[in-house]
């Protein structure tokens, strides 16, 4: 039986005013436990014995000095995933697939540092040295195959450990087929050396095997305000402003098409229609598509204009112009920093 919190039938504002180690959320519990049992069944039967072991943190990572796996507190308990959804738009990892996705990655960072596979040569021709700084902020190829692709914005681009953790997120998705998928691929060396490396290592025992929690909820006294504060800090973007021109060639300010209905209100009623799109193709964060959307609704509403014509031209140009926008971001000299998984 889940288990009851006080905590959970407040309103947000005094929600927002607990400290993270007030929640005293589990993995015990809950859904993330039988997403952990799924991994370890995809570990074992790929041959691999290592089982990471899980805590709750306030973010995703795998630190670098023990084998396991720090989940995000609002992922156990589903009060705490509606307000994650509120303050930052999107709930990374609240469903199973998406959650397994990143459960994938963050293993194969456990696999390296139980391993220290970054200090063999070839994987250090592969995929770099893993002492390689990481960058405040990466600028990806999207047509670049050197590279797999897993999670979203390429990420496997940033550093040389992301990259294998990446490839091997990949090799071990149950049926992702990637020996067809990456065919041709310069990123097809990389899969194949993982699976001929796990095969190796399945007989090997683990150098690092000391377990402890890095940065528990337990120990974080930042309140959930501070914590979302700099979370949406930390995501904000510095995104083009001039739309006007573009605006205009979509929609209509012309005063004989005032009895249409206006751009704005078109544009709220199809806003998840066209963020499902965009977010598809661009893999931009929820977040950042949302800022850059609300900034044009505010454009047409300043603007006056009109939606004239057939809605599904309308809103597909205005998917082009959304998804335009958001590359520029993307490749922008004024880009975000990235958040690392």
Known sequence: MPRRFAWASLPDDRLLKLRLKDFKVTVEGTWLKRCLQDL????????????????????????????GIAIPFYLAHPRLMRLERKMVIDVEGGTVPECMRILRHEA???????????????????????????PSHYRPNPASRRHVYHLPLWYAQSHPDEDFAETFAVWLTPRSNWRKRYARWPALKKLQYVDELMAEIAKQKPVVTRRFKVEPLSRLTQTLAEHYKKKQAHYAINHPKTYDRDLRRIFSGDARHRQSPTAAAFLRRNRAKIMQ??????????????????????????????????????????IVLLTAKTVDSLYGPSRRQWLAL
Request: some cysteine; hydrophobic content about 35%; glycine content about 6%.
């Open 40 to 67: 370890y069944g995809e570990l074992e039967a790929r041959g691999l014995r290592i089982k990471p072991h899980a805590w709750i943190s306030n973010e995703w990572f795998s630190p670098d000095d023990t084998p």
């Open 108 to 134: 194969g960072h456990v696999v390296q540092v139980a391993y220290q596979l970054q200090r063999r040569r070839r994987w250090q021709e592969l995929f770099g040295r893993s002492s390689t700084r990481y």
């Open 277 to 318: 799109i965009v977010s598809k193709w661009t893999g931009e964060y929820q977040l950042t598509l949302d800022a850059i959307f609300d900034d044009m609704v505010n454009r047409c509403r300043r603007l006056r204009l009109r939606a004239v014509g057939s809605e599904r031209r309308l809103r597909m140009e205005f």
